[in-house]
């Protein structure tokens, strides 16, 4: 191949000499050794810089004669050059760029190489990454992707759904650092998921309470899937994984033991969990069927239950609760353990807690240990300090009214039965205020009446209540409003009572103080029923009856 001075109106006139087909014909720089242009039989001509690295040698193009002008080509091959001469390949970016795959490719690999294999949820991963990555980056290299991108839309689905969008950056993240080991990404690729802070979460502490509890196991009888209904009470016993529960088979129950086998947990620790009496006679009710493994049968023959939400979702309707989840039958289980005065480490070990940190939430519950815990510090503390103080440190008696919010009044009294029974005067817009501010039933329990007969007497004052999925999506961290109070109808009292019965004196005697003066700008009526219906200030009666707790 020839050699010559290289001029840029040489270059422009350098004619193809060789047989043609894969011949290559280059002419040479004779100011830059392994520089020159290569010239193809169509007459396109190609800057190019012949090197050797690595016991490799090799061709650079370094562009074309007709776009790029020789002093900048001579740049350029003086730049690779330099490279060489530190034993690193000018053209190993470029290398990975032309091999490296792009989002779709790489999503698909991630699924079928890392999450298929390791992840009992890599539907989940592959639905999360095919509704929120591929559609916007599905074409491009995935070396391309920069944070701002993946922080984009995070904060664009953070806004509706931030906990969905915590777990797409979660996923993208895990994937990013999976590629490399893969060989799939460079060696030291930035991971464009690292580094984007999450948005705040609200650890989630529902459960199903002693309240709630009576009305959600009379649904739950009333529920017409055999296998759905069993499967519920079972959560309910045994606090297991939803999915550890339908996955279960009839061989992995020890009849004579009185355990049940888990193979494959959440945590990849295999699980034996002992099963209670209750636990075991709920198990000796469900019918098998002969070509089917499974405890919890599915429709399909020989295949397991698939969901048990939309279960719950008809018993929650029929007991008229809110805001519970499946999930939450585990904590219920949780928390009332936690409220019995087990251990933290013997829970842990009965939902098959890892990280002790999980089941330290559940001291939240503890609220009567915690109490004891601190009354025994206090009076040690007292100890040490002049009668005169320790008698100062005796609680005094607190009117009910003092605990409630303005605008609402209360009157107790005590019946020939034994029983003490609550009454509740309430202004409409308070009343309003109190439902927007947390769940009917957290409120009807706080006053210590019915959920029902609270919803009730809003509805009979044109009180608007919380839609149902309201307070899951406060949860969130959605910013939402509650609906406006509209005009009261006509003839509506001033006042709106609402009283509960049947509450023992004994069981109340802790709590609930003689009847209390009303102020005299909302109303005073006395401890008779008749006499307050009778009063000058019109009220409003909503009955609720109370159960003793």
Not at 259 to 279: E, R, V, W, Y
């Amino acid at each position: 191949m020839p050699t010559l001075k290289l001029r840029q109106d040489i270059v422009r006139t350098l004619p193809f000499v060789g047989p043609g087909g894969k011949h290559q014909c280059i002419y040479w720089d004779e100011a830059l050794e392994c520089f020159g242009v290569r010239v193809y039989p169509s007459g396109r001509r190609v800057y190019v810089c012949a090197y050797r690295v690595k016991r490799r040698k090799r061709l650079a193009r370094l562009g074309r004669a007709d776009a790029l002008a020789l002093d900048q080509a001579r740049k350029k091959a003086v730049a690779y050059l330099g490279k060489v001469a530190s034993n690193e390949d000018p053209q190993d970016e470029a290398d990975h760029l032309r091999t490296s795959q792009t989002v779709k490719q790489l999503v698909a690999e991630y699924i079928e190489g890392h999450a298929k294999p390791k992840k009992r949820s890599w539907k989940n991963d592959k639905s999360c990454l095919e509704r929120m990555l591929i559609p916007k980056f599905g074409a491009r290299l995935a070396v391309t992707i920069i944070s701002a991108e993946i922080q984009e839309i995070h904060a664009h689905k953070g806004v509706t759904h931030p906990r969905q969008a915590n777990r797409f950056v979660e996923i993208v993240r895990k994937m990013f650092n999976w590629a490399p080991s893969a060989g799939l990404l460079p060696k030291g690729h930035d991971n464009p998921a690292v580094g984007i802070v999450p948005f705040p979460m609200r650890k989630r502490k529902r459960f199903v309470t002693t309240v709630e509890m009576p009305r959600f196991v009379e649904a739950l009888e009333q529920e017409s899937s055999e296998y759905g209904r069993h499967g519920i009470w079972l959560l309910l016993f045994t606090g297991l994984r939803t999915t550890e529960l339908l996955m279960a088979r009839w061989t992995d129950v020890d009849w004579e033991m009185g355990t049940l086998f888990i193979g494959m947990t959440k945590n990849g620790d295999p699980l034996l969990a002992p099963l209670s009496d209750a636990a075991i006679a709920r198990l000796q009710m469900i019918p098998r069927i002969a070509d089917n493994p499974y405890i919890i049968c599915g429709r399909n023959p020989g295949d397991h239950f698939k969901a048990l939400g939309p279960v719950l979702e008809r018993v929650l309707a029929r007991a008229k609760l809110e805001n519970i989840t499946i999930h939450d039958l585990r904590r219920t289980v949780g928390s009332w353990l936690a409220q019995g005065g087990q251990t933290l480490h013997l829970i842990g070990d009965v939902l098959n807690h890892r990280d002790p940190k999980t089941t330290a939430g559940y001291a939240y519950f503890q609220t009567q240990q915690r109490r004891d815990a601190l009354t025994s510090h206090a009076n040690k503390v007292l100890s040490y300090a002049a009668p005169s103080v320790r008698a100062a440190a005796t609680p005094k008696a607190v009117s009910a009214q003092s605990l409630l919010p303005h605008g609402m009044v209360c009157a107790n009294d005590s019946s020939e039965s034994g029983c003490v029974r609550n009454r509740h005067y309430f202004k409409r817009e308070t009343l309003y205020e109190l439902v927007w501010t947390a769940p009917v039933s957290e409120v009807a329990k706080r006053i210590g009446v019915s959920d029902v007969a609270l919803a009730k007497l809003c509805r009979r004052a044109a009180i608007p209540l919380p839609y149902r999925g309201y307070w899951a999506r406060v949860e969130s961290g959605q910013p939402i409003g509650a609906d406006p109070l509209p005009p009261a109808p006509a003839g509506l009292p001033t006042l709106l009572r609402i009283r509960g019965t049947g509450v023992p004196v004994q069981s109340t005697a802790a709590v609930l103080r003689p009847p209390i003066d009303l102020p005299n700008s909302v109303a005073s009526p006395s401890a008779s029923d008749s006499q307050i219906h009778g009063s000058p200030t019109p009220v409003l009666d909503g009955l609720a009856h109370s159960r003793a707790v």
